[in-house]
C-alpha cells in the first residue's frame, strides 16, 4: 500500500476542467516532482491533496497509517506573511496546530518537537529572529521546519526555490534531499526542471499530455524529451 | 487638578465609565492585529455604520434596550462580510463600503423620516461621535459590558494559538486539520460584539480608530506576535484611560478624545521606529 493513491481524479474551477483521470501513486520514500506548464494545474492538484480544494470526482487514499491532515506543506509565500510580526519559533510551533485539536495550548511534546525541527534545518539560533527579517531562504526554512512538525511522513512542497538566489537554491535542494534519506515522501512542484530531474525519483507531468512513471522513464518518453527541450531552450 | 480627580472619582457614573471604558479598549485591541493583518481594517467601520442603522430601527420602535436587535444584526452581517472576503463576486473591501454606506444612510432616513425626538440633529451626532451615555451607563448596563468583555477576553486567550495560526497562513492551518472556517465564524462574532460594546465609548463612526491603532502602533515596536498582541491591549488601555480622565476634567467629548490620543501614540511610535531604524539599533 503506498502513502498516496490516486484514482481517477478530475480537477478543475466550475464547469472547466483542468486535469482528467489522473492517476498516481506516492510511496514511502518518493521524490516526486510535478512538472507542466503554467496554469495547467499543478497548484491545484496539490492543494486537492491537500484538503483545501474538492476534486470534481476521483479518489485520494492514504496508505501507511498517514492521515490527510498528517501531510506536511510549504505554500508559496502570501503578501501577509512579508510583514507579519512573529518570531521564527511561533511560526514553527504553529506547525503543531494540527495535533492539538481542541486543545487550547501547545504542551511540551510540541515544543519539543518544534526545537527539534529548528536544530533539524539549522535556524535554531534564528528561533527568537522575526519572520519578516530573514532573507528569502531563511523564510522558506522556518516554513519547511513548519512543515515538519506536522508531518513525518510526507511534505509537499510549492515551488520551494522561487525567488532564491543560486546559494539558498542550492541548500533548500540539500535540506529537501536530506529529509528524503530520512524516509519523508516529498511532493514537489518545480519550474526548476534541470534540478527536479536530477533530484527526483519520480516525474508526474501534467498538462496537454499527463505522464507519471520513475525519471528514467520520463526522460526516454517522447513527453519528457518535448518538455525538457522546450524548458532548456527557453 | 488632582483633587478635582478624586471628587470625580467619588461619583458612581465615573467609575462605571472608566471600568466600561478600560474593558472596551482592551478587547477591542485585541483582535486589532488580526484585522490589521488580514487586510480587514475596514470591517469595523463597516460594521459600525450597519449598527447605526439597526440602532435607528430600534429606536423608532421605541425598544428601551436596543441591544436586542443591534447585536444580532451585527454579527449577522460579521459573518456575511468575513466570509464573501474570499471568493465573492463582488469584492471584499467593495462590499464592506456598499454595506457601511447603505445603512448608515438607511439608518439616518429611518430617523428623519420616524423620529419622535425633538433633537434630532444631537441624537444622530451622538450615536456616530459617541455621546455622554457613557457618562449615563446604569448598573445593569455596565454589568451586560463586562460580561460581554469578559467571554471575549477568556475566548481570545483560549484561541489565541489557533487565530495565529489562522492569520499567518489559513492554508496551512486548513490542510492540516484545523476547522478554519469555525474559528473565522469566531472571530466575526467577536468582533460583531466588540464593536456594539464599544459603539457607547467612541460612536460608530471611531470605532474602527479603537481596534486598528493599538495594533498598528504596537507593530511599529515589537517583533513578536505575543508582545504585539500584549503592547496593543496595554496601550490600548492606557490610552482610554488617559483620554476618560481627560474629557473629565476638560469637558472633551470622550470618544474623540480617546481617538485622538490613539492617533497621537501612533505617531509617537513610528517616529520611534524611524529613529530606531535609522541610527541602526
Redo the contacts between chains.
Sequence with gaps: MALLTIKNLSLGYNSKKLIENLNFTVGKGDYLCIVGENGSGKTTLI?TL???NTPVSGQILTGEGL?????G?L?QQ?D??RD????VY??VL??C??R??FR???NKEDKHLAAKNLELLGISDLS???Y??LSGGQQQRVLLA??LC?TKKLLILDEPVAGLDPKATEEMYNIVSKLNKNKIAIIMISHDIDNAISYASHILHIGNKVFFGSKDKYIKSNTGKLFLMKQRGA | MTGKLILYLQYPFVRYALIVGILIALCSSLLG?TLV???FSFIGDGLSHVAFGAIAISTVFNLSDNMIIVLPVTIISAILLLRTGKNAKIKGDATIAMISVASLAFGYLIMNVFSTSSNLTGDVCSTLFGSTSILTLTITEVWLCIILSVTVIITF??????I??V???E????????NTDLYNLIIAVIIAIIIVLAMNLVGSLLISALIIFPALSS?RL?????M?TICSATLSVICAFTGIIISILAGTPVGSTIVAINAAVFIICYLFELIKGGIGI
Design positions: 492543494k491537500l484538503n483545501l492521515k490527510r491532515n498528517e501531510i506543506y505554500p502570501t501577509i506573511q507579519f510580526p512573529a518570531t511561533e511560526i504553529s506547525g496546530q494540527g492539538c485539536g487550547p495550548f501547545y527568537n529572529c522575526c519578516r527579517e513548519r512543515a506536522a | 492585529v493583518l488580514k487586510r486567550v483560549l484561541l489565541y494559538n489557533k495565529f495560526a492569520t499567518f497562513d492554508n496551512f492551518a486548513k490542510s492540516t486539520g484545523s507593530m515589537f517583533r513578536s506576535f505575543k504585539v
